[in-house]
Nanobody, 125 residues
Framework: QVHLVESGGGLVQAGGSLRLSCAASGLTFSSYSMGWFRQAPGKEREFVAVVRWSGGSTAYADSVKGRFEISRDVAKTTVYLQMNSLKPEDTAVYYC??????????????????WGQGTQVTVSS
């Protein structure tokens, strides 16, 4: 059974940093790509970043490019999202997700089969 567990959210001032973690289990990791999405109140869930387990290729939403960095620790089966220069508009629940089509750096949430429970990130101005 697949489990994705996010951690690391919290309250931070604008300009600050947070690192989110997503501990994954129950996957054939080399076959997957792992994404981060976020959802603010009253808005659609949107793509943030994605990384391939195999090879580590990445892709980012334009709104976070240059500020956020996604990475993975293969030995720990954990995906990270390092968030720097945070802005109030980054406030959202952040979700980790797994896409079994590992070659695909998908930005569409419908290609992700498994989701974590989410972790709240709040950026104050």
């Amino acid at each position: 059974q697949v489990h994705l567990v996010e951690s690391g959210g919290g309250l931070v001032q604008a300009g600050g940093s947070l690192r989110l973690s997503c501990a994954a289990s129950g996957l054939t990791f080399s076959s997957y790509s792992m994404g981060w999405f976020r959802q603010a109140p009253g808005k659609e869930r949107e793509f943030v970043a994605v990384v391939r387990w195999s090879g580590g290729s990445t892709a980012y939403a334009d709104s976070v490019k240059g500020r956020f960095e996604i990475s993975r620790d293969v030995a720990k089966t954990t995906v990270y999202l390092q968030m720097n220069s945070l802005k109030p508009e980054d406030t959202a629940v952040y979700y980790c997700a797994a896409n079994p089509r590992g070659w695909n750096l998908g930005r569409d949430r419908t290609v992700y089969d498994y989701w974590g429970q989410g972790t709240q990130v709040t950026v104050s101005s």
